[in-house]
């Protein structure tokens, strides 16, 4: 279902992510720890 693979370099935590969930994510941060991620951190998939 995730478009996308995201791997958060704060806390190490793997998700999939589609691209609303993208989109949010780089705008909240990581729903786990919150911290700031790039459009770096998702790898298409
Ligand atoms: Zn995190």
């Known amino acids: 279902?995730?478009?996308y693979l995201?791997?958060?370099p704060a806390c190490g935590r793997e998700f999939e992510a589609d691209e609303e969930m993208?989109?949010?994510t780089l705008?909240?941060?990581c729903p786990i720890c919150a911290a700031t991620l790039t459009p770096?951190?998702?790898t298409p998939h």
Do not use: I, K, L, P
């Open 1 to 3: 279902m995730g478009e």
């Open 6 to 8: 995201t791997s958060c």
């Open 22 to 24: 993208r989109v949010a």
């Open 27 to 29: 705008e909240y941060g």
């Open 40 to 42: 770096a951190a998702f």
